[in-house]
């Protein structure tokens, strides 16, 4: 049961009102302090590095994420951090296999696809079947069961945002599946035309049959398209031998910097140390753990020690379950109101802007005067929104959430592909983002006043 969290009026006003007039000039010197570390680090940089061309992609359940995992224990303990430890999940395990499309009519073309994840195989040797093309749900519903049973439907939405079309992806299978389609064919979620699928978990509803689905390139997408817009028959061939083996052992990474004064209330940061079982996971996500172990490498490096605990967490199994966030709640468990904040860094290491924020309005006035010591790097931008899938099970509780955000100028066209990998992160922007990062993490952390959620809740102890 959830009760407001409240403090005496006066005591609240001024807290916020004292610390929001001097938490710039107050933190200055050690921000500096952080971010001249930051710009002069190689370290981190160095540990993206072996994680990518050393451990490379990382799917749940495969090997080397479990590689990747252990490298990440024997790192934060490297780092000088406190209460390493692994915090037991189990997760799915998808397995690819073997996988291929092609067009057989009106002209024979391999097409450039991948899987989609959680997808289910094809019939031994596969599918041959018409194509149908709609550009959304409404022309797959106006096209009816009988223009729909037997054949593929290629769902070409354009690209708009990746919130908008990543649905078709998402639902489009067991949308498709409904009306009697035989598979699904998606056009990549992304704003890039270079002859690159995108993959991603798809979400099968259980009032559906299961059928396959895979991506396809954007150009691969257009073609089709076209030709069945003009009245041409195309048909493809599509072989896909991707199943699920049982779930398995697997484990969130967490350490931390203990509090001074008060050890027990937690700030944590962190991103996701899972991902696609293409290109190395550079971006999505590895970058961004690596800014973190680093960020919190840096404090300690340089003697910082912050009132309350700073604590990296690696999670698992973001891309295709979530179980990570929420394994890392239970091990919150009722001490949930000593996370005073939560920070996840998921969308790629480009250059930082600021942070995003799920939190009321005298916080958000709190975060832009932290904000201002970011100067130096650009990143003073505070908007509203933020959080991340990982984090989401402690901010459904009252956890103040923040999202690190950088430009986005090219994250979803390397998202999900084969081309995610660590030539697309510049030294220069990841020691920008590791800056940012730490000192954030650290005003949070050090600050006498605490942040409180947007709807002022927390759940009680």
């Given at each position: 049961m959830a009760?407001r969290?409240?403090?005496?009026s006066?005591i609240?006003f001024?807290?916020?009102?004292?610390?929001?007039?001097?938490?710039?000039?107050q933190?200055?010197?050690?921000a500096?302090?952080?971010?001249?570390a930051?710009?002069?680090d190689?370290d981190?940089y160095?540990?993206?590095a072996y994680?990518?061309?050393?451990?490379?992609?990382?799917?749940?359940?495969?090997?080397?994420?479990?590689?990747?995992?252990?490298?990440s224990?024997?790192?934060?303990k490297a780092?000088g951090?406190?209460?390493?430890?692994?915090?037991?999940?189990?997760?799915?395990?998808?397995?690819?296999?073997?996988?291929?499309?092609?067009?057989v009519?009106?002209l024979?073309?391999p097409?450039?696809?991948l899987g989609?994840?959680?997808?289910?195989?094809?019939?031994?040797?596969?599918?041959?079947a018409?194509v149908?093309?709609?550009?959304?749900?409404?022309?797959?519903?106006q096209?009816g069961?009988?223009?729909?049973?037997?054949?593929i439907?290629?769902y070409?939405?354009?690209y708009h945002?990746?919130?908008?079309?990543?649905?078709?992806?998402r639902a489009?299978?067991?949308?498709?599946?409904?009306?009697?389609?035989v598979?699904?064919?998606?056009?990549?979620?992304?704003p890039?035309a270079?002859?690159?699928?995108?993959?991603?978990?798809?979400?099968?509803?259980d009032d559906?049959?299961?059928?396959?689905a895979?991506?396809v390139s954007?150009?691969?997408?257009?073609?089709i398209?076209r030709?069945?817009?003009?009245?041409?028959?195309?048909?493809?061939?599509?072989?896909?031998?991707?199943h699920m083996?049982?779930d398995?052992?697997?484990?969130?990474?967490?350490?931390e910097?203990p509090?001074?004064e008060?050890?027990?209330e937690?700030?944590?940061?962190g991103?996701?140390?899972?991902s696609?079982d293409?290109?190395?996971?550079a971006?999505?996500?590895?970058?961004?753990?690596?800014a973190?172990l680093?960020?919190?490498?840096?404090m300690?490096k340089?003697?910082?020690?912050?009132?309350?605990?700073i604590?990296?967490?690696f999670?698992?199994?973001?891309?295709?379950?979530?179980?990570?966030?929420?394994?890392?709640?239970?091990f919150?468990?009722?001490?949930?109101?000593?996370?005073v904040?939560?920070i996840?860094?998921?969308?790629g290491?480009e250059t930082p802007?600021?942070f995003?924020?799920?939190?009321d309005?005298?916080?958000?006035?709190?975060?832009?005067?932290?904000?201002?010591?970011?100067e130096?790097i650009?990143?003073?931008e505070?908007t509203?929104g933020?959080?991340?899938?990982?984090?989401?099970?402690?901010m459904r509780d009252?956890?103040?959430?923040?999202?690190?955000?950088?430009?986005g100028?090219?994250?979803?066209d390397?998202?999900?592909t084969?081309?995610d990998?660590l030539?697309?992160?510049?030294l220069?922007d990841?020691r920008?983002?590791?800056?940012?990062?730490?000192v954030?993490?650290?005003?949070?952390?050090?600050m006498p006043?605490?942040l409180?959620p947007?709807?002022?809740?927390r759940?009680?102890?």
């Open positions: 009760r969290f409240l403090l005496p006066a609240f001024f807290c916020f009102t004292a610390s929001a007039q001097d938490l710039a000039e933190y200055q010197p050690t500096d302090k952080l971010i001249d930051a710009l002069a190689n981190g160095n540990r993206l994680l990518c061309y050393r451990i490379g992609n990382r799917l749940s359940g495969s090997a080397a994420l479990d590689r990747a995992i252990a490298w224990v024997e790192q934060m780092a951090l406190s209460n390493v430890r692994t915090i037991p999940v189990k997760v799915p395990h998808w397995v690819r296999g073997s996988e291929s499309a092609r067009m009519e009106p024979d073309k097409l450039h696809m989609l994840g959680m997808s289910v195989a094809t019939p031994p040797g596969g599918i041959t018409p149908v093309a709609v550009s959304d749900f409404d022309e797959l519903q096209l069961r009988d223009n729909v049973k037997g054949k439907v290629l070409n939405e354009v945002g990746y919130g908008p079309t990543v649905v078709y992806r489009g299978p067991s949308r498709a599946a409904a009306l009697g389609a598979a699904v064919l998606v056009r990549s979620v992304t890039l270079m002859q690159i699928p995108h993959t991603g978990e798809l979400d099968y509803q559906a049959p299961r059928i396959p895979a991506a954007p150009e691969d997408a257009i073609m398209a030709l069945c817009a003009g009245g041409v028959p195309v048909r493809v061939h599509l072989e896909m031998s991707a083996e049982p398995a052992d697997s484990a969130n990474v967490i350490g910097i509090g001074r008060h050890p027990e937690v700030v944590v940061i991103g996701h140390i899972d696609w293409v290109g190395q996971g971006q999505d996500d590895g970058g961004s753990i690596m973190c680093q960020a919190v490498a840096l300690k340089l003697g910082l020690e912050p009132r309350r605990t604590r990296v967490a999670w698992v199994n973001e891309e295709n379950g979530g179980r990570g966030g929420e394994a890392y709640r239970d919150v468990g009722d001490r949930i109101n000593d996370q904040a939560a996840e860094m998921d969308g290491a802007v600021g995003g924020a799920v939190v309005q005298p916080s958000l006035d709190l975060l832009r005067q932290a904000a201002r010591l970011l130096r650009g990143a003073t505070i509203t933020g959080g991340g899938e990982d984090i989401a099970p402690l009252g956890v103040p959430g923040l999202a690190e955000r950088t430009t100028a090219h994250y979803f390397w998202h999900h084969e081309a990998t030539d697309k992160i510049t220069d990841f920008k983002n590791t800056a940012a990062l730490a954030m993490s650290y005003v949070l952390a050090d006043g605490r409180t947007a709807d002022g809740v759940r009680t102890r």
